[in-house]
């Protein structure tokens, strides 16, 4: 492209008798012999003052008011089209200028073409302004949409406490809360054995008797409705004591009785087997309620009662209680020769416990470590293919009871994708009979801090504890618990969804897909504990146990 100012132009000729003519658009191969010039403008400096919106005089050349031309005006002598400017006066920084009357014979259309070619120069820039413009509005859209994910629940300054409740309470309809352990069937084996016809669970068991009277009970139907819970773990436990006798008989009756109120029950309660299930039973507006299996006495040390047991709906196992099992040591050192090495220390898992987890694997069973020894969790979580479970436990950093999760298990839970589920009850909170609310929170929030917000949970212990936490008094201050998160420990709602809920159902779900992994790789185990043990072989190929 050749600049205007490239071009050798015309001299400037002074007429007294003839209006001023100036050449507009000078271009090489037009006849400009009969154009008189008035200025020596370069173009861009023309298109400037045509675009000015002042009236100032611009260093002589006048404004924009002296280039207004009317196009399609035709020659006499020719059908070429003529730009004609009107003769006007203007007043510009204070004195009267005279302004051109006429300009014939120019070429309208090379004067467009130039301004074109002018805005054509111009418009990259525009558009380049624009698309940033854009761009940037786009970010701030996207920073405005992040910044709310990360804080999304209004300033609790802004809410009054039924506010804040109408929050916490949509976070629980949208998310079922998923409670980790009840033992409110081991209540009915004590105080009515078993008999439903004797209870009502609809009632307010506050004034019923003999529940009304006892420390160890904190669960109904109707204060459940009120702690808005979603998902019930119902725990069929039986004692220590029971094991090598009746163990396996007594936790088929506690399975039976929790499968029977449920469906006693089937306007409040829903039986499930699946994390699938507990989403469509929260749904329909039910309480999700899937059954625990605490204590590996209660498999009777077979790998067959175990696949009974899962047949049945039980859908996680804690691999100990108080006592310790062949296969397995718990939190609390026993004299088992199963458990100890030749130097009298635990070892956790035996080869034939190992053997189980990953059976429990094969199954679908959640391996729940609550209880167990730190060298149990440390084989266990060696062992497992799929995540595990905490289902009531707390942070030993906290309180330095041996029922709670020690700093590096956490760590290595994470790495496993679990979750430990916090448990109310106040001597693993504050290593005393006391304890409140903000101190549940602590382990809360120390379990939050080392394994990350996705492996935490709650698991209360109702009915299986005689002692309960200021404020966590039953089943219906889990809206309260989850208000003091947002109003001191500024919580937000995406994590208080994975803590309620989120959490254990994303790894019931990686439970699942393992299970369905396995399915065609491994074969049910078909291993006994004698196995593991001395042996004397008879001549009819019977054995002895040599223990």
Known sequence: MIRESEIERPRTVESSTSPTRWVQ?????????????????????????????????????GNYLDYQAACGIENENSSVVHCTLDERRTHCNGSIQRTISRV???NCSAAQNSYKNYEFQLRPCIIGIG???????????????ISESESDLPSSSSLGPEGRLDVVRAILQEVPLVDGHNDLPWNLKKFVHNQLYKVNLSADLRFVEPWSKSKWSHTDLQRMKIGMVGAQFWSAFVPCETQYKNAVTLTLEQIDVIKRFVKIYKDELEFVTSAAGVREAHKRGRIASLIGLEGGHSLGDSLGVLRMYYDLGVRYLTLTHKCDTL???????????????????????????????????????LVDLSHTSVHTMEDALNVTRAPVIFSHASAYAICNSNRNVPDHILKKVALNGGVVMVTFYPYFISCDTASTMNQVIAHINHIRDVAGEDHVGLGSGYDGINYTTSGLEDVSHFPDLLNTLIVKHNWTQTQMKKLVGLNVLRVFQKVEKIRDELKNELLPDEDTILAHYHYKKLPHDCAVHDL
């Open 104 to 106: 014939e014979e120019l």
């Open 25 to 61: 658009n000078w271009s090489p191969g037009l006849d400009h012999s009969n154009y008189e010039v008035a200025y020596d403008i370069d173009l861009d400096l023309q298109y400037h003052i045509q675009h000015c919106p002042c009236t100032c005089n611009h260093l002589g050349y």
């Open 327 to 365: 296969w397995a040591s718990c939190c609390v050192v026993g004299n088992n020769p199963a458990v100890l090495n030749g130097t009298g220390k635990v070892r956790g898992l035996t080869l034939f416990g190992q053997g189980i987890v990953r059976e429990m694997n094969r199954l679908g069973m």
């Open 131 to 145: 698309v940033a413009m854009v761009i940037i509005i786009i970010c701030l859209v996207i920073s405005a949409c």
